[in-house]
């Protein structure tokens, strides 16, 4: 284990706090790719957001396999499929949040962007935590 992943397992044994901490670096690259988007390249919101999610999807990939859950229940491809599957289904869930919360409640792009991440990285833990890992 290097000394990262040593340091990190030591700031929080409990995996809720390694999944908070992989979560909040993983939200920071998404919603740097989003601001950077929609601000600097003028690309639309609702376009905006799947490559943001992207880059935080392969992120949590690794860092999750290497920092928050300490084995898997399965092999490396099936454990990646059913990553994948449960991602996408969040990435369906973050999707529709942002677009209702700009589009029928009116608020804020960015607010519903930190909030959109909010709802799905509940369903992302329970997900991970008790299907794919």
């Known amino acids: 284990m290097s000394k990262t ?13 390694r999944f ?4 909040f670096i993983c ?14 390249f003028h690309v639309k919101y609702t376009h905006a957001n799947l490559p943001s999610i992207s880059v935080a999807i392969v992120a949590s990939y690794f860092l999750s396999r290497k920092l ?12 990646f499929i059913l990553f ?3 991602t996408l289904a969040g990435v369906v ?9 700009v589009e029928k409640l009116h ?8 909030t959109a991440v909010a709802v799905v990285s509940g369903f992302n833990y329970i997900t991970k935590r008790f299907f794919v890992f």
């Open 93 to 101: 869930l973050n999707q529709f949040l942002l677009w209702f919360t």
């Open 68 to 79: 928050v859950f300490d084995s898997t229940r399965y092999n490396d491809r099936l454990t």
């Open 20 to 23: 908070l901490f992989v979560g």
């Open 27 to 40: 939200f920071l690259l998404e919603f740097f790719t989003f601001t950077l988007l929609i601000d600097v």
């Open 107 to 114: 608020l804020n792009v960015k607010v519903s962007k930190v």
């Open 84 to 86: 994948i599957a449960f």
């Open 5 to 17: 992943a040593a340091v990190v397992k030591d700031l929080g044994r409990s995996q809720v706090i």
